[in-house]
């Protein structure tokens, strides 16, 4: 008989272990799913994980393109982490992206075609603040009448989606575009885009902020009274609010600032990458952010190595699909499978198997 049996402490070894022992479950049941889709597995995991940084035909166009897919992913992980830490889970940060992405943009609109160096860094504070606004409203329920943030954050995406609709259809429409939906493209206007900072790298001011995001949060949460109070607030609440730890104040924080990185998130992928707000402008970072904060354990450092281990697999998914014919469908549930093992293999961190019966007492 297998049995669970509670770790006195948790197991430091397995927490490193994990994401490792994930990754290569993956990469074997992802083999598996490939085989039965006809494809070579072998050949599939090496498109995915080798030819987007090595082979000679793509590397030179795949290379860049990690630090853009990774950008974005490592942002809003990293506010995610925060109040994941404390027992916090803002599972909307899709709908906070695409509101700073509008937010940030109607301001650039607004001002065209006036050229100045002050747009793109009002388009920036507006994006964060459209962004963090979005957050504020499942942060004041939750607070104020005790809604779970969970389902409030992820209905409020549906919501924002239905938003981005109405704007690139409607007040955010290139009047000169024929009648398209979808605004202008901002990345091919100078005062509004956010080019490579140097060229043939995929460094821009969003991938910029995520290292900076990264770097300002490890010292938060290991030098900051206010990370201590994050990390006792998820380790032990009720210790926590011995300590004197306001746990409105938290919740209002926490949520704040996941969903103003995930606002600018959203600003600097509308400014650059994507270019425009259009009806299919967001493209599930919010959610794969998720996986990342997960993957990378919550630290800031896991989470950097998380992001780029997942655009690897946004990069490589595109071109498997591009080279062997894997449906899309295939390549999400292969990225879906990372979250699955990761969850299921983190058990072993708390618990550890057992064989025969329970012994009595």
């Known amino acids: 008989m297998i049995r669970l049996e509670k770790r006195p402490n948790p197991s430091r070894l397995w927490t490193a272990l994990t994401p490792v022992v994930a990754v290569i479950l993956t990469m074997i049941a992802g083999g598996i799913l490939f085989a039965a889709l006809g494809k070579d597995p072998f050949e599939a995991l090496r498109t995915i994980f080798w030819d987007p940084l090595f082979s000679e035909q793509f590397a030179a166009f795949s290379r860049p393109q990690l630090l853009i897919k990774a950008g974005p992913l490592i942002l809003i992980a990293i506010g995610l982490s925060l109040g994941f830490r404390a027992g916090i889970w803002n599972i909307g940060a899709e709908g906070q992206y695409i509101m700073g992405a509008i937010c940030g943009a109607a301001v650039g ?15 920036v504070l507006a994006g964060a603040l459209g962004g963090w606004a979005w957050s504020m409203i499942p942060a004041l329920l939750k607070i104020k009448f005790g809604t779970n943030e969970i389902l409030v954050s992820l209905m409020l995406v549906y919501v924002a989606e239905a938003i981005l609709a109405s704007m690139a259809l409607g007040a955010l429409r290139n009047p000169e575009g024929g009648g398209f939906p979808g605004s202008r493209n901002l990345s091919q206007i100078d005062a509004m885009s956010n080019p490579e900072l140097i060229a043939g790298t995929g460094m821009h001011w ?14 938060m949460l290991n030098r900051h009274m206010l990370g201590y109070q994050i990390k006792l607030t998820g380790q032990a609440p009720r210790a926590a609010r011995f300590a004197g730890v306001n746990p409105s104040l938290l919740v209002a924080v926490c949520l704040g600032v ?18 425009q707000i259009s009806i299919d402008f967001n493209s599930g970072y919010g959610f794969t952010a998720i996986i990342v904060a997960f993957l990378g354990r919550l630290n800031p450092i896991g989470i950097l ?7 690897l697999t946004y990069i490589g998914g595109e071109l498997a699909q591009f080279m062997l014919g894997l449906p899309s469908a295939a390549i999400q549930a292969f990225q879906g499978m990372l979250l699955f093992f990761l969850l299921g293999v983190d058990v072993l961190s708390n ?11």
């Not at 190595?305 to 655009?311: N, Q, R, T």
């Not at 550890?352 to 329970?358: D, F, M």
Request: charged residues 10%; without cysteine.
């Open 109 to 123: 609109l607004a001002a065209y075609p006036t050229e100045s160096a002050l747009i793109f860094p009002a388009m």
């Open 206 to 219: 969003g991938v910029v902020t995520a290292f900076v995001a990264v770097i300002a949060a490890y010292v």
């Open 258 to 275: 996941s969903g103003g990185l995930a606002g600018l998130a959203g600003l600097f992928e509308v400014t650059g990458p994507a270019g």
């Open 305 to 311: 190595l998380a992001g780029l281990l997942m655009a």
């Open 351 to 361: 618990y550890r198997i057992r064989l025969g019966r329970r012994s009595a007492a």
